[in-house]
């Protein structure tokens, strides 16, 4: 019997702490060996001339996730409407991309707890390939939710919560996000937070629609660059107050990034994270004719090339220290996705998000380590060890080295790539990167010992992905630092 299932030869070897030339042995799905030299394997995967990195971990993205569309007449019961993205096609675009593990959201809505999603997400889950976590929306914040069901999900093994601070009705008041803090803090949970003002976005919305200005160039100038300013601001000073660590999801900007370096210059617990359309897509591309600025509608919204730039030095600073690719995909069209409002509807009634899951490593890797802006352990860091790190998956997933999980890509440096609809291999029918060329890109991506893409051809059976309950971790724990020295029970 040979010594290890897989030899992956030849390659270099890339973590979040350097690069190496030499062999990798995996056995039973874990990574058993780097040596100069392995031969004594079942299988060998030639890595000549690629490079090898663990595979990707997107602590960001909403895939099948339901929403609340109404009662059934005839009992009453919820009708639930889906996102158009399964567990089956976003594991095969994510594999497409390099991406191994995901963390996803479980919703939660108004007038109801979060068991019974969790229990049905579970099972959603459990369809795809992807290996996966969970985060808990918090969008009702009661206190059977947070001191009778919060504790159950995370002994399920649920250790962070989602926070968002605009959207209706997700959003949350500072008194309910206190409440939600207080709670992480009492669990040993990671608070997420989306930082944009509600009431300044509403009013501004308002002040739009009144002025006939309706068009989806206009959902930029509905959430300019100090509303999200405004709530990184807020979100940090309360955690800072409760003593909770926390991270600010989405940065689009330097305004909001300048926030969290203070506030890490302080020493508290607060992270940064950013995504590629933050690095590519700008304002300008919402205003295209009639509809199609609609594609490119998220929040926050794009800005312009000069804060690409901005964005990028963040990320130098180590700021911005992960990026995800928050993909929240709605189709085009039909008229179940950003067109569910009409063609014509105002920019408010248009869904927000976009597709990105396979675009994500091959962004970054060519926005950043081909042109110069990173090196390659940098772009690791960034897209597997640090949300590996930061979600308490590492050291399972998100690096290279005996014992963890052997999830790990063949990544080719030099390969050039047009990204179109077609190459994401996702549900949704169109790529904001429609057109954009890459450089680097991932020719086999293996999930605990096993290719489940090569060549573009997704390999992996559905429902071979699996759950991953995170325990209590340091990186979490509140610093025991609090005003005046008190702690709020």
């Not at 950003?338 to 396979?358: C, H, M, T, W």
Request: aromatic share 8%; net charge negative.
């Amino acid at each position: 019997m040979a010594a290890y299932d897989i030899a992956i030869r030849g390659g270099l070897v890339a973590t979040a702490f350097g690069a190496t030339r030499c062999d990798i042995g995996v056995k039973d799905g874990r990574i058993a060996a780097l040596a100069e030299t392995i031969t004594d394997a079942a299988q060998v995967l030639d890595a000549g001339g690629l490079y090898v990195v663990p595979g990707g971990v997107d602590s960001h993205c909403h895939i099948e996730e339901p929403s609340l569309g109404g009662y059934a007449k005839s009992d009453g019961a919820p009708q639930l409407t889906v996102n158009e993205e399964s567990f089956v096609t976003a594991s095969t675009s994510a594999f497409a991309g390099g991406t191994t593990s995901v963390v996803c959201f479980i919703p939660q809505w108004k007038g109801h707890g979060v068991l019974e999603r969790y229990r049905d997400y579970r099972k959603r889950a459990a369809t795809g390939m992807l290996d996966h976590a969970f985060h808990q929306i918090i969008s009702d914040p009661t206190d059977a939710v947070l001191n009778e069901e919060v504790p159950q999900l995370v002994a399920e093994g649920v250790r962070s919560l989602k926070v968002f601070l605009t959207y209706e009705p997700l959003h949350l008041n500072d008194a309910e996000y206190i409440k939600v803090l207080l709670t992480a803090r009492r669990n040993g949970c990671l608070v997420t937070v989306h930082c944009e003002n509600y009431d300044a976005i509403n009013w501004r919305t308002q002040a739009l629609l009144a002025a006939g200005m309706t068009g989806p160039k206009y959902h930029a100038w509905s959430r300019p660059r100090v509303v999200e300013r405004e709530a990184t601001h807020r979100a940090i000073a309360l955690a800072e107050l409760v003593d909770q660590p926390i991270q600010v999801f989405h940065v689009s900007c330097e305004d909001a990034a300048e926030e969290i370096a203070r506030a890490q210059a302080r020493g508290l617990k607060v992270w940064g994270e950013t995504c590629p359309q933050y690095v590519t897509l700008t304002a300008a591309d919402m205003d295209r004719p009639g509809f199609e600025g609609a594609k490119f509608m998220c929040s926050p919204a794009p800005r312009d090339t000069a804060e690409h730039l901005r964005i990028w030095e963040m990320i130098r600073r180590g700021t911005l220290d992960v990026v995800s690719s928050d993909h929240c995909g709605f189709t085009f069209g039909t008229d179940r996705g950003k067109a569910v409002a009409g063609r014509d509807a105002s920019f408010e009634k248009i869904p927000n998000g976009i597709p990105g899951l396979a675009a994500r490593l091959p962004i970054v890797f060519s926005e950043g380590v081909a042109k110069g802006r990173i090196a390659l352990e940098e772009f690791v860091k960034l897209t597997a060890t640090n949300p590996a790190r930061i979600m308490g998956l590492y050291p399972r997933k998100g690096v290279i080295q005996p014992g963890s999980d052997a999830d790990l890509v063949l990544w080719d440096p030099a390969r050039k790539v047009t990204l179109t609809n077609a190459v994401m291999q996702h549900a949704i029918d169109y790529t904001p990167y429609e057109g954009l060329e890459v450089t680097g890109w991932p020719v086999t991506t293996i999930r605990r010992g096993e290719v489940v893409m090569r060549d573009g051809k997704v390999q992996a059976e559905p429902g071979t992905g699996r759950y991953l309950p995170r325990g209590p971790y340091d990186l979490v724990k509140p610093r025991g630092i609090t005003p005046d020295g008190f702690v709020a029970p």
